[in-house]
Nanobody, 127 residues
Framework: QVQLVESGGGLVQAGGSLRLSCAASGLTFSNYAMGWFRQAPGKERRFVGA????????LYADFVNGRFTISRDNAKNTVYLQLYSLKPEDTAIYYC????????????????????WGQGTQVTVSS
């Protein structure tokens, strides 16, 4: 059974930082491209960033603007999202997702192309 478990969310002041983690089990992690999405109250889920299964390619949404960094440790079956310079508008539930990909450098930005999702971790940024 595949499980993705996010952690690391919390309450932080504007300008602060957080590191989100997503631990995967039940799959061969190194075969999966990973992505991060977020959903704010009353809004649709939105792509944040993605990383290829090799970790060689990364892609971010425009609004990230250099403030977030995605990384992965295939030995630990974990993908990370480092959040810097947080703003109140970054408040959302953050989800990780996994999709098997044949190509080492493939990144996936569309949510409906991911097979597995975590339960999410809440990030709240106060002004």
């Amino acid at each position: 059974q595949v499980q993705l478990v996010e952690s690391g969310g919390g309450l932080v002041q504007a300008g602060g930082s957080l590191r989100l983690s997503c631990a995967a089990s039940g799959l061969t992690f190194s075969n999966y491209a990973m992505g991060w999405f977020r959903q704010a109250p009353g809004k649709e889920r939105r792509f944040v960033g993605a990383i290829s299964k090799s970790g060689l390619n990364k892609l971010y949404a425009d609004f990230v603007n250099g403030r977030f960094t995605i990384s992965r440790d295939n030995a630990k079956n974990t993908v990370y999202l480092q959040l810097y310079s947080l703003k109140p508008e970054d408040t959302a539930i953050y989800y990780c997702a996994a999709a098997p990909t044949p190509a080492e450098r493939m990144v996936i930005i569309r949510g409906n192309e991911y097979n597995y999702w975590g339960q999410g971790t809440q990030v709240t940024v106060s002004s």
